[in-house]
C-alpha cells in the first residue's frame, strides 16, 4: 500500500516526529502495529511519583495543617501568614514532601516525559483519547486535582490494550472518579446510613457513566434507569479513616450505605448482593451494542475526521463487540483500514497535541510548569477539562480565531528555544517531510529568522492540520 | 469553585487562566447598523450558565406554601430564615444579586420563572445543544440561533456588510452559522511579531483558506481590543466573570463595534453542598451580579438600547438530593436586563410546587417555553418578523407564540 505515508502516521495516529523519525519509517502501518506490541510504550515510571493511597493521604494532612494554620492565625492575627503561601507542604510532614502544586507538576512532567520517549506516540494518544473519554476535572476540588495524573496511570494506561470493561471498572471506582463525579457521599435511601438519613443519593455519577462512559446520550436509558444505576452504585466510595490503613484513601464498598434488594436498569434486573451488583451492570453496560457504536463513532471522529465514514465506524463498533471490547484489537482495526489513511487531514491537532508535536519536533527542554501553563493558555489545561465529556476534538471547536493567534504567540516562544539544525530549510526537511508544500518551504526559505522561519513551520498548514 | 479559588493566588494567574478556569468565554457577531429601521441602535447579549442553575434557589417562591416543606434544608427566604430582597411578595431574590435587585426596582430588569427550552431530559450537553441550536431538539441542526439572527437582520442600502466578533477561544454552538462571528480573549502570550503574522496570513491565503480566515479574523480582534486595561487578578471567579463581561461590553459600545454577544460562565451544576446562601451557588450568583453591574456601568451610553437575556440549559431537582444539592431537572428561571427592558416584575405562570404538580413527579414543571420570550425580544427589540422568527430562527416553532411587552 502505498496509503500509508510516513507523515500520516505521526500525524494522525501519534505525537509528531522528532528530527530523524521521518527517514527511518519505511513500513509505516507495520511501525504503528509494532507499537502496539512494544511493552514500554504507554508506560509512565518514575521514583517521585505516588500512588492514589499515599496521594490521597498528603492532601489530606495538607488540608488538615491548613485549617490548623487558619485557626491558629484567626486566634492570633499578628503570626497571620502574609502571602498565604507559608501554610503548604513545606511545613507540613506529608506522605510524598510535596505540595499540591508540586504534585500536578511532579504528574505534568512524567507524562512530558512520556510524550517524548513514545516512537511513534501512537499509544499516547490512546491514553490521551482514553483519559478524555472517562475524563476527571483537576479544577473540580484539591483531592482531583492531586489524583488526576494518577487516575491516568492506574485507570487508563494499564488497559489502553486491554477490556474496555476492565478500564471502565477501573475507572469507575478510582478514588478521582468517585470524589469528582460525587458518588463517594451517595448513600442509598433504604440503606442504614440512608435510615438514619445522614445523606441520599447522588446520580450524577450513574448519569455520565451511562451517557458519557458507555451508552452515550441516545443509547436508550431512561431517567428511571439513571436512578436505578445511582441506587447500583450506592456504597462504592473511597475508605476516608486513615487508621484503617488498608482501605485509606482507596475504593471502598461500604456495604451500610449500599441500596439494598434487587434493581432494575435496561429491562435487566439484578438480585446480586452488594458490590457484585454494580460489577454485574457495568460489565452489561460494556457490552452494550450502544456502547460500541458510541465508543466506535468516538474513535473514528478522533482520530480521522469529524465526520467520518460510516463504514469505518461500522466496522470499529462490529470489532468492539465481537472481540469482546478489545481495545488492542480495536486500535489495530483503527490502523488496517485503509479509509483511516486516505481521508483527507481536516482536522486540527487539539492545543495538546500542537504542543506535544512541537516539543518533539523542536527537542525542547522546557520546564513542566512552563509547558503547562501554556497548555491552559491555548484551552487545555492537563487533566482539566470543563466538563465530564472532557475536551472537544473537532476542528470547529479549535479553528477559532482567538485559539489561532495563541498558538502563533507559544509557537513563537518554543521556535526561539529550539534545538537542533542551524538551518530551518533543513529542520522542517525533518519534522514535516515530503508533505511540505512548495509555498511552505517558500515561506521557510524567506524568513528573517531561525526562529521566524521555525514559528512558521510549526504554524503551517502541513503541522496544524491532521 | 469555590475552593479552588484560594489556589489561583498562589499560581501566576493570567486573564486566559481566569477564562479557562472559570471555564467562560464569550462571543459576539456583529449586526448592519441601523438596520432595524428607527432611531434605535438595539444590543442584545445572551448569558448562558451552563451547568444548569436552581431557579427555585436563586427566585425563590417564598409565598408558595408548599416551598419550605419541599426544599428543606436548601430553602431560602422562607418563614422563620433570613428575608431575602423583595420582589413581588410571592417571589424572592436570593440576597446575593443587590445588583439585579436595584435593576429590577428600577424597572430594567424583569424575572421569568418556571421557564424551559423544549428540551426535557436531562443530559447538560443536549440540553445546552437545544438551548443554542434554538431546535426543537437535541443535534438538529450546525448552526445556533443567534448566528440565524444576524443573518437574519435585513441589510439595507448604506448598510456595511455584516461581519463578527466574538470573545473566547473557540466558537460556542449558540454563534456557529454561515453570518461570521469572530473570537477573541485579551492577550497574555506575548504577541507575536506582526512580521511573522504577515507571512503567516500570507502562506495561509494560498494554502488553506479556512485557517487565513480564522487567522485574520484573530489579528483583527486584538487590534480593535488593543485598549483593553492590564489585567486584575487574585479575585478568582468574580474577577473572571467581570473581565468578560466587561471586555464584552467595552467592545459593543464601540460605535462600529458588534451588536450582539454571546457570554458564558460555568459552574452551576450544584450536586452537592449547594450553598444557595453563602456557599457556592451564592459566590456565583455574586459574581454574576458583579458582572451584570460593570456591563450596565461600561455600556452606560447605550444602555437604554440594551437588552441581555440571562439563559441556562435546564433547572434542577425541586428536593434537594441526599448530598445537600441537587440533581438534573427541568424548568427555572431567566432573566431579561438593560435600559429597554420593560422591567419591574416577575413573568410567571406558577405550576405550584405539589408532587402532583411537579414535573415527573420531582423538578419545577415547565409553563413558559423559554423560545416564546426569546421572541418576544428578538421581534420588538432588534424587528425580525415573527415569520423568521417562526421558521429560521427557532424553527417548528409556530405554535410558540412571541410574549408581548417585554421591551420598553
Redesign the interface.
Known sequence: MTISSATTAFSRFGLGPRQGDLVGLSDPRAALLAELNDEAAGQVVGSELSDSPTLYKSVRLIQAARRKARQESAQSADTMPMD??ST?AGSVETTTGLS??QIAQVEGKARLRAVKRADIGFVERLVAFWTNHFAVEA?A??VVRVLAGAFEREAIRPHVLGRFGAMALAATQHPAMLTYL?NA???G?ESQL?ERQV??????HA?ELM?LHTLG?DGGYT?AD?TSLAKVLTGWSIGAQPRQVDSYGQFLFRRQAHEPGPQTVLGTVYRQPGLAQGEAVLADLAANRATALHIATKFARHFVSDAPDPALIDRLATVFVQSDGDLKALAISLVTADSAWSAPASKLRTPQEFVWSAVRALDLDLPPRRVM??L????Q?LW?P??P?GF?DDA???????????R??????MAAQAQGPDDPREFAQAVLGDAM?A??AT?IQ???SRA?GL??ML???EF??R | MDTNCPQYGLLHPSRRMFLASAGAFVAWASLPRHAYAGTRDPRFITIILRGAMDGLAVVPPIGDPDYATLRGELAIGAPGQEQTLALDGFFGLNNAMPGLHAMYQAGEALIVHAAATPYRDRSHFDGQDVLESGMPGAKLSASGWMNRVAEAIPVGEGVRPVTGLAATPTVPLILRGAAPTLTWTPPELRPASSDTRDRLLDLYTHQDPAMAKVLLAGIETDRLAGGSDPMRTGKGIAAAFEQIATGSARLLVEEDGPRIAALSYDGWDTHSQEGAESGRLAGLLAALDGALGAIKETMAPVWGDTVIAVVTEFGRTAKANGTDGTDHGTATTAFLLGGAVKGGRVVADWPGLKDNQLFEARDLAPTIDLRAVLKGVLRDHLGLSETVLATTVFPDSIGVRPVDGLVV
Request: a negative charge; hydrophobic letters at 35%; glycine letters at 8%.
Open positions: 498565604g503561601t503548604g499540591i502544586q479544577g476540588n484539591q460525587n457521599v451517595s448513600v435511601p440512608g445523606r441520599g443519593l447522588n446520580e450524577n448519569r451517557e446520550v431517567q439513571v501553563a501554556m491552559r493558555d491555548l484551552g489545561p482539566d470543563p466538563s465529556a472537544p470547529a471547536t479549535w479553528l477559532a480565531p482567538d485559539a489561532m493567534t495563541n502563533l504567540d507559544a509557537a513563537e516562544l508544500s509555498d511552505t515561506a524567506r524568513a528573517e521566524q514559528a512558521l504554524m503551517s498548514p496544524q492540520r
